[in-house]
């Protein structure tokens, strides 16, 4: 039997995360879209809600509760819902911590987690996308040689959310033509960063480019040390993430369109009323309820130990096209409105556009 229905905790944490971005999201987006820039306040009150600590185990200083995709992908919606630019630079660090509890070797555990559970905010990354047309996430163009018991790792990441504040990155690189991960501290000889990039959406997420020379790791540097580790499984879990996050935007531009719709008039009716104006609508909820079911079911199967690429890639594929769509029936139902600043929705635009190019960033 199948169920939908989401336990006691679950709806505690979704009411508390839809408060959170009512409150503490939707009042900023505008100003940090417009100045490129995210407050401080805003991440220390991320960060107090213990949306990473709380699922590392007690023995790194984490509150110790069990890792459930599910809850995750719910709370990732809720966030994009106030705001995705601001849903991602809050949960950045877990992308990086997600990766180390699940699949990092004991010393990387011991070694990196604690630091995600101390009082004041603490950044780290997942390096995965890259420049240039035909970038395949599982065939990185950024290569990772064998020397002996070292590595020497070179190529060039982009749109790494919160570079200058990292203290390590996740680097994704292909090494004797296999998919691996590398943890590259922020010091390292040989790493670079670029001035903030310039991007069409999610302004409000600052992000920069990584320049990586013949940076020299350690086989302990390596994700998962001399065992290594699934790195499918890491993008399996970012792309069930970034559709959840989607479907939150989704959410946004559907729940500001439907009311605008029946307020406005137009030859003395509320334009709701207009045959294509309410099919629009109509398409626009079946479309966000579809890649919620999506979302749901590649986080399921993550939370059960399955094999959920397949899912998760649909999921992020359908929901990148769908939250394109939406946004772009929402412009519409505004009409002119839609495309100036008093409105929400063409930042919304951009932001559908861009997160629909993404990969990495965020897991659940």
């Known amino acids: 039997m199948i169920s939908f229905g989401l336990s006691e905790e679950q709806e505690l944490v979704r009411a508390t995360l839809r408060e959170f971005a009512r409150d503490a999201m939707r009042p900023i987006a505008r100003e940090c879209d417009e100045e490129s820039k995210i407050p401080e ?48 630079a809050a949960l950045a660090p877990a992308g990086f911590a997600h990766a180390i509890l699940d699949q990092g070797s004991e010393e990387q555990r011991r070694r990196l987690l604690p630091a995600f559970c101390e009082s004041s905010p603490h950044s780290a990354a997942l390096a995965v996308n890259e420049p240039g047309p035909g970038f395949d996430p599982r065939r990185p ?6 020397r002996g018991d070292r590595y020497c790792l070179t190529g060039r990441k982009c749109l790494v959310p919160l570079a200058e504040r990292a203290s390590h990155f996740l680097v994704l690189a292909s090494c004797e033509g296999a998919l691996e991960a590398f943890v590259v501290a922020r010091d390292a000889a040989g790493l670079a960063l670029s001035p903030p990039e310039k991007s069409l959406g999610l302004r409000g997420l600052p992000t920069r480019s990584l320049e990586l020379t013949e940076i020299e790791l350690a086989v302990e540097d390596r994700l998962g040390g001399a065992a290594g580790a699934d790195v499918q499984r890491l993008l399996d879990r970012s792309r069930a993430a970034l559709a959840a996050v989607m479907v939150g935007l989704s959410r946004a531009v559907l ?102 190019v993404l990969e990495g960033m965020v897991s659940v």
């Open 41 to 88: 306040e805003f991440l220390a009150q991320a960060w107090q809600l213990g949306l990473v600590s709380t699922q590392i185990p007690e023995a790194w200083g984490g509150g110790g509760e069990p890792r459930s995709p599910v809850t995750h992908a719910l709370l990732l919606e809720e966030l994009a819902f106030g705001d995705a630019a601001l849903a991602l």
């Open 141 to 146: 163009r950024t290569q990772a040689r064998r």
């Open 255 to 356: 729940e500001y369109a439907a009311p605008y719709a029946k307020e406005r008039r137009a030859f003395g009716e509320a334009i709701a009323q207009k045959q294509a104006i309410a099919f629009g609508l109509a398409d626009m909820h079946i479309e966000t309820e579809a890649s919620r079911w999506l979302a749901w079911k590649a986080a399921s199967q993550l939370e059960a130990g399955a094999k959920a690429t397949r899912a998760a890639h649909l999921a992020h594929r359908y929901a990148a096209g769908q939250c394109m769509r939406i946004a772009d029936q929402g412009l519409q139902v505004l009409g002119g409105h839609g495309f100036i600043r008093e409105h929400p929705v063409e930042m919304w635009y951009r932001g559908a556009r861009t997160l629909g």
